[in-house]
């Protein structure tokens, strides 16, 4: 188990690789395919629209809302959303480079920030914030009861938390981030959530609403090599996908089948 000053050493490398990006030869191929074939295929099912759709319905009225935006980079899909209709908003991050990107694209909102800071030091003192917006985020940290003491200790009384992280509780995609991880250039950093990890969530917060996403949708990717046409691979997934998503929410056997989880989580 890996100790507070131990991760914030490997958050100093994780720094370093985000500022001057080195992926080796295996790195860059799963990237291509999260961020090429696998986005194409979320963005044609609906997916992309969903998530974000829904995390805008969870933030709720941002009006007297003091807002964290933890691992923002240079801002995600709704951080400038995010910042200009909250009372008070906060985006952080370890690259100092992206952050100074972010201050441009939020200097013109009232009460909007950025930081390059790691969320774990003591540098980072505020607290109180209303809701901590985690996308892609959480499995970045190697021990879960750290991460959710410091969660905890930010977060106002009955505080939320809005996430998206990989799952590796699917034998299958289990079978190949386990190949994959010896060769991983981010491997210190990157801890897609297990059974263990979920039920530990689950356990210190309480869960709002929950939502798996590429459960049997996945396998459109293989459907996509068959001479079928493409109006009809999009119609199958998108059926696929709304199954994930409803049935993911109260049934944690499919919930486990998935390769992404979103959750609302409140405090206790």
């Given at each position: 188990m890996k100790t507070t000053?131990?991760?914030?050493?490997?958050?100093?490398?994780?720094?370093?690789?985000?500022?001057?990006?080195?992926?080796?030869?295996?790195?860059?191929?799963?990237?291509?395919?999260?961020n090429g074939l696998l986005n194409?295929?979320?963005?044609?099912?609906?997916?992309?629209?969903?998530?974000?759709g829904l995390h805008k319905v969870w933030f709720g009225d941002l009006s007297q809302k003091k807002v964290l935006d933890l691992g923002c980079f240079s801002g995600n899909?709704?951080?400038?959303?995010l910042a200009k209709n909250s009372k008070s908003y906060t985006g952080i991050d370890l690259s100092d480079q992206a952050i100074e990107r972010l201050k441009e694209k939020i200097q013109s909102f009232?009460?909007?920030?950025?930081?390059?800071?790691?969320?774990?030091s003591e540098e980072?003192?505020?607290?109180?914030?209303?809701?901590?917006?985690?996308?892609?985020?959480?499995?970045?940290?190697?021990?879960?009861d750290i991460l959710i003491?410091?969660?905890?200790?930010?977060?106002?009384?009955?505080?939320?938390?809005?996430?998206?992280?990989?799952?590796?509780?699917?034998?299958p995609i289990w079978i190949l981030r386990t190949l994959y991880r010896p060769f991983q250039s981010d491997a210190d950093w990157e801890w897609p959530f297990t059974k263990k990890v979920y039920y530990k969530l689950s356990k210190e917060f309480n869960i709002?609403?929950?939502?798996?996403?590429?459960?049997k949708s996945k396998w459109i990717t293989l459907l996509n090599i068959l001479p079928i046409g493409s109006a009809r691979k999009v119609n199958i997934?998108?059926?696929?996908?709304?199954?994930?998503?409803?049935?993911?929410?109260?049934?944690?056997?499919?919930?486990?089948r998935c390769m992404h989880l979103t959750m609302l989580m409140q405090k206790k």
């Open positions: 000053s131990e991760i914030l050493e490997i958050n100093k490398k994780q720094k370093d690789f985000y500022n001057n990006v080195k992926q080796n030869f295996l790195t860059r191929m799963w990237a291509g395919f999260r194409k295929i979320r963005k044609n099912i609906g997916v992309q629209d969903q998530v974000y899909n709704l951080s400038t959303f009232p009460g909007a920030k950025a930081e390059a800071v790691d969320f774990l980072f003192s505020e607290k109180d914030f209303d809701l901590i917006y985690a996308y892609g985020v959480l499995h970045h940290f190697p021990s879960i003491s410091r969660l905890n200790e930010k977060l106002s009384a009955k505080g939320q938390i809005i996430s998206y992280d990989p799952l590796q509780t699917s034998k709002v609403e929950r939502h798996g996403i590429l459960g997934g998108q059926k696929w996908h709304q199954q994930d998503w409803e049935n993911s929410e109260r049934n944690d056997a499919v919930l486990f």
